[in-house]
């Protein structure tokens, strides 16, 4: 497990990071998002002792990183957002040379051989590092990372700069690698985080001000006071009838049809009063007057609306407010 407490760097005057606490559980895929200049990267190399806090603390496993700095860093396989690789080596004199430099323990040749079949090196394992393409160095960049077998693997911004198929291949890296593996991957790209991570941290300013799964900030932005409908079509006077019905419904605030996404449906976005859950009277009310109710859900935002609103809105989920 990973334990942050209270972590906050200054630059001089600067406030690169600001009081952030979190922990991250064995077996987790975490995500850390937000804009370029949040503060992800510096968390990161914190976390993996690359530079120093001004204050705080952070555990890795129980050892604590400038208490223990050798114990602590030899749980962790970081790769940073620009992979220190050596390009006059050839991927297996570089892997090599890293395995000889972390003091790794496992027979080397085995070992580096079953990390280039997990990262599908096999086919450039004796090619020049500076011959290869992007895609290719970011994976020698990984498989230097994975080399000890450490219980926690870091990637800064791991597909930054790669083609859309390579970027595939290495979400499905991520996802093989997270069965046995703490991963905790740092990105501004909403899509590749939601499609990776069990869990998000959202950072803004150097500031941790959301934390939880992508459809649990969802709930939380979004609120109890919102709901999706979707209901058969039936005769030609459907719509406003529903929304009639709808509307005078104690507790519902606003009924507003929004479309229809399924032929021969009717979908509304029903607004709710603080506190009042009128589902259960929704339903048996449509069910009373006949209609066919499809589907009631709580609304909620996408990945890409969630982060807008809760950067532009962080002051609701600053820790320091909550906590």
């Known amino acids: 497990m990973i334990k942050v407490t209270n972590l906050s760097k200054k630059y001089g005057n600067h406030v690169a990071v600001r009081n ?11 995500g850390f998002l937000g804009l370029n200049g949040a503060g992800k990267s510096t968390i990161m190399n914190i976390m993996t002792g690359y530079i120093s806090m001004t204050t705080g603390s952070v555990e890795i496993d129980g050892c604590d990183i400038l208490e223990n700095p050798a114990e602590a860093k030899r749980h962790i396989g970081y790769l940073p957002e ?17 395995y000889d430099l972390k003091k790794a323990r496992l027979p080397k040749a085995p070992h580096i051989e079953e990390i280039c079949d997990l990262v599908k090196l096999q086919n450039v394992y004796g090619r020049l590092i500076k011959n290869l393409s992007k895609g290719y160095r970011q994976r020698v960049g990984i498989a230097q990372a994975l080399i000890g077998n450490p219980d926690v693997i870091i990637l800064d911004e791991p597909t930054v700069g790669l083609d859309p198929k390579q970027i595939i291949e290495i979400r499905n890296l991520i996802h093989h690698l997270g069965k046995n593996h703490t ?12 499609s990776v991570c069990d869990r998000i941290l959202v950072i803004n300013n150097g500031t941790l001000i959301a934390d939880g799964a ?35 419904i104690n507790g519902v605030s606003d009924v507003t049809f929004v479309g229809s996404e399924e032929p021969e449906t009717l979908d509304y ?21 006949g209609f066919t109710v499809l589907s009631l859900s709580a609304a909620e935002l996408n990945l890409e609306q969630l982060f807008l609103k809760i950067t532009t809105e962080k002051s609701t989920f600053e820790k320091g407010e909550n906590e």
């Open 20 to 30: 952030v606490s979190f922990t991250v559980n064995d077996g987790e895929v975490l």
């Open 82 to 98: 620009l992979p220190p690789l050596y390009p006059d080596m050839t991927v297996k004199e570089y892997l090599y040379f890293m």
């Open 183 to 194: 991963v905790i991957v740092s990105s501004h790209i909403l899509s590749e985080i939601q």
């Open 214 to 248: 992508p459809e649990e900030l969802s709930r939380k932005i979004s609120g109890s006071g919102a709901l999706t409908l979707r209901i058969r079509e039936g005769s030609s006077g459907t719509k406003v009838a529903a929304q009639k019905l709808l509307a005078n």
């Open 269 to 289: 976005a029903i607004s709710v009063n603080e506190g009042a859950d009128v589902r259960a009277v929704v339903i048996s009310r449509l069910l009373e007057q």
